[in-house]
């Protein structure tokens, strides 16, 4: 965990004040609806459709045992004994009254959170990998950068207001896991390889082989225009961080549209410029605040790092014995190992998802009894924090080997145990119709038909990997367009229909999906569901084959032929007998 | 324009602000602000006039038009049709960073309490609230926090930089 100095917990408790203050002007008729919405907007609360939102930062995902109880006391004593992870790691409260979000910013504030520009048209809190400080293919430890990035964007004066929402991700390993290609800036550490300095125009920017920088891509997102990101720059070195963000918003900010809310994200104004002209513009920019105060010194990266507390690893040997008995006796556990547990990049520990996504319960909620359960497990397997993944689970980043087994039948009880990580019924789903104002159709029903029309496990891992995305409109909060499915809720003269895209993938090889046809109605999206799988299981090459990869391979056209009959023919068996036949 | 905040305090203001429409007609002496279209197409006569004078700019425009100008000005406004439109405190900083623009920066439209602490630190020095506010009370807005993360106009050196200096004066803050 990052711990706050006194200044960043000054800094907090003083908007916590400045929040109260606001609120009660509000509620005192001083400060209109109209003057006060862009206000609490920057902090996080929405009035929606049943009652007010209020969502809480939860910093690059990361999370202390101490903060998740916080969390839990919060949903019990202002809520509804309950919380919901969103796909943007944070955690939402669904039902708090107006008058009291003050207290429960100030109850925040005493454990280092708070709601600082959790949504509006600001800076957004920073994402991140999940598997960061223990992912083996490590570059850098993102969690730092993500910090260095917070403290620069928290209460920017002059980006408090710009066209849009705006968000930025970072990855500090070779495989992205932070969606970076679809974020309004992506941020890919980097080691410098040789010529990157010269190619760039670097020169003496410290560019020397194997230092840290970035590849910098903009424009990319979702909603509703969604569009895969440009690299602006392959490599900055690490120094010139904050003063390449400062002038790539700095452009967003001057010549972002402000006319149009559905053309107000960067992505547009890249697009409208071209990727060059907006690179240009950018770098012009940047001339003029390069080497600058703003420059990151080497100082502030080790202090910021030092304010890391880190797990004491121990010296453990490889491979358990226990694990690996454990594992060839019980099928069970076995499975769940497969799917659900992460290689480490210290021998002897591993990383573990504890799953939301349990039939039956809406993707990404838990309980306040849930919560607390986890913050005492994750004191006693994990450091004593853990971290809020993009797919809306949680991971204990630091579990020994050895402890695996009994962590697994302490979680099964408490409905965190289902193995279905990269999974289908690894549904991200955003909160949808039952709780937003701005959905077209729910969508926590539809992820609950889907888990119970996929119940057979041994039929979900020959399925294998599978991204399952839905929202409930275009605002995407869902991520649809890169789910290897992506279901998209529309409004069909108002009713609840439901658009399927198929071929959406995150990552290194990110693409969008592509619709398959004309949108269904919602009881007849699991059996839809079924038939992509029926096509793609009668397709495959091998068990190799991803459903993504097959989709790339043979184009949409099979599977739409197949979903809407212009093909009457079951799609041919191919070589092996499926688990379920 | 009456009473406006200036450097933190309430004050009593003597400018006459141009509107756009006013066609040019400007009174023969006293302080006035005039639109940027209407120094653009009279630098000349305005300067040659008795009484000081500023302009006053939209939020989109563009600094480097006036760059060359800005010993001239005494104020230089920007007219804020909306508090969320963020084009005016990058304004603001090009015109004291970029530009080293020293005079008065003021803010004028929609401006609100609750945005004078940024705004000071994007550079603007003067506020010519919205009608409906009451500018003593404002004032504490300016108080509303102690640090800044950022480089700012008021601090240009961020504060990671900061914490580096042994400075007493910062400690005492
Ligand atoms: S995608 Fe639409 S329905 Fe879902 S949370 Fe976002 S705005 Fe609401």
Known sequence: MYRYDEIDQRIVDERVSQFRDQTRRHLAGELSEDDFRPLRLQNGLYIQRYAPMLRVAIP?????????????????????????????????????????????????????????????????????????????????????????????????????????????????????????????????????????????????????????????????????????????????????????????????????????????????????????????????????????????????????????????????????????????????????????????????????????????????????????????????????????????????ADVRASDLHALWREIKPLGLAAPNIGLLTNIIACPGGDFCSLANAKTIPVAEAIQRRFDDLDYLHDIGELDLNISGCMNSCGHHHIGHIGILGVDKQGEEFYQISIGGAQGADASLGKVIGPAFARERVPEVIEKLIEVYLAERESEEERFIDAVRRIGIEPFKDYVYGTNHQTPRRNSRQLAVA | MARIIKHRAVIQDNWQLLEQESGGSLPSDGDVVVPLELWMRERDTLSSRLGHIGVWLQTDADPSTIAQDLARFEVIAVRFASFTDGRGYTLARLLRERHGYRGELRAIGDVLRDQLCYLSRCGFDAFALRADQNPEQALSAFDDFAEAYQATVERPEPLFRRRLQPDPQRKAA
């Not at chain 1, 809190?125 to 490590?138: I, K, L, M, Q, S």
Request: charge should be positive; proline fraction near 4%.
């Open chain 1, 60 to 396: 690059y995902g990361l999370v202390s045992s101490a903060q998740l109880r916080r969390l839990a006391h919060i949903a019990r004593a202002y809520d509804k004994g309950y919380a919901h992870f969103s796909t943007r790691q944070n955690v939402q409260f669904n039902w708090p009254r107006l008058d009291e979000v003050p207290e429960i910013l100030a109850e925040l504030a005493e454990v280092q959170m708070h709601a600082i520009q959790t949504s509006g048209n600001c800076i957004r809190n920073t994402t991140t990998d999940h598997f960061a400080g223990v992912a083996r293919d490590e570059i850098v430890d993102s969690f730092v950068w993500c910090e260095l990035i917070r403290q620069w964007s928290t209460l920017h004066p002059e980006f408090a207001y710009l066209p849009r929402k705006f968000k930025i991700a970072v990855s500090g390993s070779a495989a992205d896991r932070a969606a970076t290609w679809v974020h309004d800036i992506g941020l890919h550490a980097r080691r410098s390889a040789e010529g990157d300095g010269a190619e760039q125009g670097a020169g003496v920017d410290g560019a020397e082989q194997g230092a840290v920088g970035f590849r910098v891509i903009v424009g990319g997102g979702l909603g509703r225009t969604p569009i895969v990101g440009h690299a602006i720059r392959e490599f900055l070195p690490w120094r010139h961080l904050l003063t390449y963000l400062e002038a790539i918003l700095r452009v967003y900010n001057r010549y972002g549209r402000r006319d149009n809310k559905y053309k107000a994200r960067i992505k547009i104004l890249v697009k409208e410029l071209t990727p060059a002209v907006f690179a240009h513009k950018v770098e012009e920019e940047w001339s003029h605040l390069k080497g600058g105060p703003a420059t990151l010194i080497e100082e502030e990266v080790r202090r910021i790092e030092g304010r890391f507390t880190r797990p004491a690893y121990a010296r453990l040997p490889p491979r358990d014995a226990f694990l690996e008995a454990m594992l060839a006796a019980d099928k069970a556990f076995a499975n769940w190992h497969r799917r659900n547990v992460h290689p480490h990049k210290v021998p002897g520990y591993a990383a573990v998802t504890l799953s939301l996504k349990r039939t039956g319960a809406a993707p990404g909620d838990v309980s306040a009894a849930q919560m607390d359960a986890i913050a005492g497990l994750a004191e006693r397997y994990s450091s004593g924090e853990l971290r809020v993944s993009h797919e809306q689970n949680l991971i204990f």
